[in-house]
């Protein structure tokens, strides 16, 4: 019969005229899911017979610095949306379709800090920040910032001086937000000693650096 009815197969003895129906079983296949530069997770692949529609696995790939945007066939650059309705994908038994991840570049940023010592201000012009997205490569900027008796001593990842150290001129792989702060080197002082009219001695001059506490000499 066309539904129902006794099976029969290619070694099922016949007694009689019978008249027999074909019935027919779509193909099955594989649906495989591609990272695309993903840096962690998965999604497994999926099984699928032809004429039996599924929603697509969601995605479990991520990507540093980049957001999931959906899927592309690889074959033929199909869009498909995260986690939706498909059917009959190829014909070919136990055929192989891949679906590629898509991503987009997140938003990333260099922020700098003036950081100035405990007391101080800064003059000049600063530094502007920069925006841009992840995986573009910026260049550390130039200090625009200046403090009266210090000098600029470079970018650190941190406010006392630890952390990633980056020179101005440098690349930075952006990824993220990354806050440089100024480092400061104190300049030299000097003190003299003016005898005022002395007919004679000598005081020597003294040295140290910018805020340094000195003790004054005796006078000579």
């Given at each position: 019969?066309?539904?129902?009815?006794?099976?029969?197969?290619?070694?099922?003895?016949?007694?009689?005229?019978?008249?027999?129906?074909a019935h027919w079983v779509g193909n099955?296949?594989?649906?495989?899911?591609?990272?695309?530069?993903?840096?962690?997770?998965?999604?497994p692949d999926q099984a699928f017979?032809?004429?039996?529609?599924?929603?697509?696995?969601?995605?479990g790939f991520v990507r540093d610095g980049?957001?999931?945007?959906?899927?592309?066939?690889?074959?033929?650059q199909q869009a498909y949306g995260d986690g939706q309705w498909v059917t009959n994908l190829t014909t070919q038994p136990n055929g192989i379709v891949t679906m590629v991840a898509q991503w987009s570049a997140n938003e990333a940023h260099i922020r700098y800090n003036p950081n100035p010592p405990a007391g101080k201000t800064t003059g000049g012009q600063g530094t502007p920040n920069w925006d841009g997205h992840t995986g573009d490569t910026p260049t550390i900027g130039q200090?625009?910032?200046?403090?009266?008796?210090?000098?600029?001593?470079?970018?650190?990842?941190?406010p006392d001086g630890g952390g990633t150290k980056?020179?101005?001129?440098?690349?930075?792989?952006?990824?993220?937000?990354?806050?440089?702060y100024a480092q400061w080197t104190?300049?030299?002082?000097?003190?003299?000693?003016?005898?005022?009219?002395?007919?004679?001695?000598?005081?020597?001059?003294?040295?140290?650096?910018?805020?340094?506490?000195?003790?004054?000499r005796d006078n000579g």
């Open positions: 019969a066309p539904n129902g009815g006794n099976k029969y197969d290619f070694n099922t003895p016949l007694t009689g005229n019978v008249t027999v129906y099955g296949y594989t649906v495989r899911f591609a990272g695309n530069g993903a840096t962690g997770g998965g999604t017979q032809y004429n039996i529609g599924q929603n697509l696995h969601r995605n980049y957001t999931f945007t959906g899927w592309k066939r690889a074959d033929n200090n625009g910032w200046t403090i009266d008796g210090y000098t600029f001593a470079g970018w650190t990842t941190s980056y020179a101005p001129g440098a690349r930075w792989t952006a990824n993220g937000t990354l806050t440089l104190p300049g030299q002082a000097s003190l003299t000693y003016d005898g005022n009219g002395a007919t004679g001695g000598k005081t020597d001059p003294q040295t140290g650096k910018t805020d340094e506490k000195i003790n004054v």
